[in-house]
């Protein structure tokens, strides 16, 4: 069954009887279980005529069932997660987009994806989790009988896409991001690799699981080593300690919002915390502010570890590095997996210390986005991927991130890294959470805003912040509007929201 370079392969590496995928409160599917599980899934997938590189839309909730599906899904055929909670409109847009020749559903979930798909005559296929069996165990059930040869059946190969994902497309149309084998297998060695991973190691995942965040790394990685998965239905600050205390997970890996609201009940959790043996702590897919890792590390007595991913990377880029190499606050770290370097507009590479676009190529890099030549003649130059991150490396190779170009706030010519203004305005003592945002200007372009949370049983006004900054910042970084929240909006993994927040927040002309 073994295969190089493929998610067959990767499944291969755990012991027979242990733990591969749990859930807090049920019995888990072992190595052995899941290996199993993929052979048969994969025989009754070719016998409705799915095969290899046959898209499957997966829209299941978060949980055991839905990385199960995924990693045998990924055997034989190309996995298409989409999130659960999408509109109608939504789901004819990604059904049609990815051109799916199935979709899964929970047996008897109510979803809009059901009536899409009957619109578009994609067969449905209802996954029933076996009651009495592990977690993740289920059995196939197509809504109208399915049969068929499929072109390519049997065991994916390297070269074949595993799993394809949309861009997140705050700008504009969503762009198909399609990943092979290959790509997702050495992404999940580099994460093992850089965080030490082995077979006693458990993961608490409170990732989406339509994420590559969650996919990659919670799952795919800890697999990979021959560890444990342990899926939630989804993160809820108030469970996760609960949920920590009977896993006793070695470590989980988070968005820097979920990090600040374990952080919040954390004091109400001593207990559990110096009871658990967690071995670090991973934050990746936003900034994380260096006031969140030093107060993590303060409250759970452990490194925490930032790194820096993307979909089009197959998730992990650069990331700190597990003591007794150093990890800083405020730098994603070192190239962790491709190599990573810094490029000028012309194409040129910069050296250490200069400020430019940061670039990255190697295996887990995918090979362009779908039937794109113009956005894959923008992205790719020379060979390396254009992250559209700005950041520059230090001698020692450590990368700082100064923000999103497109989300670089240009106020009449002045060039605003919004991530700096956040640090600053986080070292107040009434501030919990803060994003910088463009706020449209008449004559400049753009002024600088920011929307804040302040910290319970907290105060302090606009004025005072504002004061606050101009005593650490240039004045034209200085926020001129200063938005108070009692909660940030957030996209759907879990991330703030830069792009668009000035009109959400009713800040436009």
Known sequence: MERADTVVGLIEHGREGDLAIGAPGRPGLTHGGLRELARHTVTALNGMGLGREDRVALVLPNGPEMAVAFVTFACGTTTAPLNPSYRAEEFDFYLSDLKARALVLLEGMESPARAVAAARGIPVIELVPDANGPAGRFTLKPERPLSGTPARAGFAEAGDVALVLHTSGTTARPKIVPLSQANVTASAGHIGQTLALGREDVCLNIMPLFHIHGLIAAVLASLA????VVCTPGFNALKFFGWFEEVRPSWYTAVPTMHQAILGRASRNTGVIQAGRLRFIRSSSASLPPQVMEELEQVFGVPVLESYGMTEASHQMASNPLPPRPRHA??????AGPEVAIMDEAGNLLPPGALGEVVIRGRNVTAGYENNPEANAKAFTRGWFRTGDQGVLDEAGYLRLTGRLKEIINRGGEKISPLEVDTVLMDHPAVQQVVTF???????GEEVAAAVVLREGASAGERELQDFASA????????????FLPEIPKGATGKLQRIGLAERLGLTP
Do not use: E, Q, T
Request: hydrophobic content about 50%; overall charge positive; cysteine-free.
């Open 472 to 483: 650490r910042l240039a004045d034209f970084k200085v926020p001129r509007k200063i938005v």
């Open 330 to 335: 405020g730098s994603v770290g070192i190239a």
């Open 225 to 228: 080593a021959g560890g444990a």
């Open 438 to 444: 463009a706020m449209p200007h008449p004559k400049l």
